[in-house]
């Protein structure tokens, strides 16, 4: 039984199609959460009054700038080696910490973790491919919603 040099084709055909395909499917990056676009309680607070969902929605947004400026702030401490007095003075002038508010423990918290993980800050990453900012991302996401009521 021959089968038709034209089903041959075909069949090839669809083969590789669905083959480049998945290939670029994989190849697609995922949006990162501390994107502005993935913050999931943006639409679920438009027709809500529950205070919860309001503060996840707070926390997001501000643990979405937090983690990318943390990155920042550790490529600029391992930039600057010989000057840490200066990069924690700078820290301080962009993200003070005497506002007696929640705001002042994420300041801090970006602080310590651009100094704490400076070595591993890399200036040929995007923020987007950084430890730095994925460890941030985990520590002011896994805090408690409730502290992000104020911001």
């Known amino acids: 039984m021959s089968i ?86 700078t820290i301080l002038d962009l993200y003070p910490v005497d506002n007696d508010s929640f705001s002042d423990v994420i300041n801090q918290k970006i602080m310590d973790l651009a100094f704490e993980m400076a070595d591993v800050a890399d200036d040929d990453k995007t923020s987007d491919d950084s430890v730095v900012t994925q460890a941030a991302w985990d520590w002011c996401i896994s805090q408690d919603s409730q502290d992000f009521a104020d911001l």
């Not at 995922?30 to 679920?44: A, T, V």
């Open 4 to 89: 038709n040099p034209l089903l041959k084709l075909k069949s090839s055909l669809v083969f590789v199609s669905l083959f480049f395909c998945t290939q670029s499917i994989a190849a697609e990056k995922l949006p990162k959460p501390w994107h502005f676009d993935s913050n999931i309680y943006r639409e679920l607070i438009e027709n809500s009054d529950d205070y919860m969902l309001l503060n996840k929605y707070i926390q997001w947004d501000k643990c979405s700038t937090m983690a990318p400026a943390t990155d920042r702030m550790a490529l600029g401490v391992h930039i600057n080696p010989d000057d840490p007095d200066f990069m924690r003075e």
